[in-house]
């Protein structure tokens, strides 16, 4: 393939270009075309930006309305045991690490013998959670009411208190195993 250089693509266009010259003050009618053009952009252009500043600022109320609105409905952080006092707080920790001491003790134990109680166990852990959820909401819709304190203290009492029985449940059933299995001596 060749390549057309410009040299050739002008003798190839020779005798087809408009060699006339234009009519006198053709320059200025140009100038006057285009200066009217550049007034007539520069207009639009101002015609635009003024329209748009109503719309930005009333755009920007209510933005900053919305802020402050949100900011002052916010919902209060829900608070739990610890937010009460810090003997609270030191009894949330106490709790809270002897449950999962207890919950590792059970994970432990896990067997084939022992799956379905561990797994029934979990599930009314699972309850006693949710239930205790519900009672930080109460806590701080109620500004710190007693009544809920006792009740999230006893939540935390039934939890142990499920995992120790399951643990004792789980003791029984190994020792039942392992009597079952000794061979019996007759005489």
């Not at 937010?83 to 707080?89: F, G, T």
């Not at 003790?105 to 006693?128: G, M, W, Y």
């Amino acid at each position: 393939m060749e390549k057309d250089t410009i040299k050739d693509l002008f003798q190839n266009l020779k005798g087809e270009f408009d060699i006339n010259e234009p009519k006198q003050g053709h320059e200025n009618r140009f100038l006057d075309k285009l200066n009217a053009n550049e007034v007539a952009s520069v207009n639009k252009r101002k015609v635009i930006n003024l329209n748009w500043k109503p719309f930005i600022a009333i755009a920007a109320s209510v933005i900053i309305c919305l802020g402050v609105f949100t900011t002052i409905n916010a919902q209060p952080e829900v608070l739990d045991l610890a937010s009460v006092s810090p003997q609270m707080a030191e009894t949330q920790d106490f709790f809270t690490t002897t449950i999962n001491a207890e919950l590792k003790k059970l994970n432990n134990e896990r067997s084939p013998l022992t799956e379905q109680v561990i797994t029934d166990a979990l599930n009314r852990i699972e309850l006693l959670e949710n239930d205790y959820q519900q009672l930080k909401t109460d806590l701080t819709e109620s500004n710190q009411d007693q009544r809920i304190i006792y009740a999230m203290i006893n939540n935390f009492q039934n939890r142990i208190d499920v995992l120790n029985t399951v643990l004792e449940q789980i003791k029984i059933i190994k020792e039942l195993k392992t009597n079952s299995d000794e061979p019996k001596n007759t005489l």
